[in-house]
């Protein structure tokens, strides 16, 4: 009896013992230090920047369009659209569209009437040129004395010459009139190339004398060369007071 006495005597010691201990301060636990305030909003970043996002992609802006007599049609387009009408041969007529490109700018001087080009060219060689070619069907003979004024105003410019030659004077063939025309291409080109062009005339000649042309006929075509050549030293000493003609052409 005194036995078990002793023994819960002892069981009862240890456990006020125990729980001394537990509820001393020592025993507390320390609290676990506070996670910082802009943690979440740092590992949301993260997260953001793991998680992968399909990155958009970026067309080409479309041309922008507008509606002409009922189709739908670019803004961009460099043309003008015309309506047709299209018989299709069975007593059916359909409606056909097109783009017609549009007309370029008319150049300043093409808006001159001939009279006003006629006064400019005095001393303008754009305005005798654009008249010597405006008037080449209807007066030759003035489009070529305009053609020729053109050179001695601006001679560093032989085009209109040679632009005449090849559109007046291109007929070939047997005959006067392909005679002639060979004639004043060569006469023509001479002028241009004592003026300083670099065109051949061997061609030229090649096609006179294969035409029957013989010396004294190329002989007095040299002095319808001397002609011109004149001509533009005194359209040059008239208007400029000096001329680029060396005398040794003459």
Known sequence: MKT????LLLVFVVACVIA??????AAVQAPRAATPPDAPAVAAVA?????????????????????????????DRACSVQRHYV???NGTVTEAYSCVPQAPVADDYDRYSDEELRVLSYNDARAASV???????????????????????????????????AQAYSLRGNGPAADNARANTYVLTRTAQAMGSGASVDWVLEDLERAGFD???????????????LRIRDIQLEVYGETLVDEVLL
Request: hydrophobic fraction near 45%; charge should be negative.
């Open 4 to 7: 078990k006495l002793t023994l």
């Open 215 to 229: 010396e004294a006929d190329i002989a007095g075509l040299e002095e319808r060369v001397r002609e011109h050549l």
């Open 87 to 89: 018989d299709l041969g």
């Open 131 to 165: 008249l010597g070619k405006r008037l080449v069907e209807a007066d030759l003979a003035e489009s070529r004395r305009l053609l020729l004024r053109a050179v001695a105003l601006k001679p560093a410019n032989l085009d209109p010459v040679m632009w005449l030659a």
């Open 47 to 75: 997260a953001a920047q793991d998680r992968s996002e399909p990155v958009a992609s970026t067309s080409p802006e479309q041309p922008g369009t507008e509606v002409v007599m009922g189709i739908e049609v670019r803004k």
């Open 20 to 25: 001394m201990r537990l509820n001393s301060p």
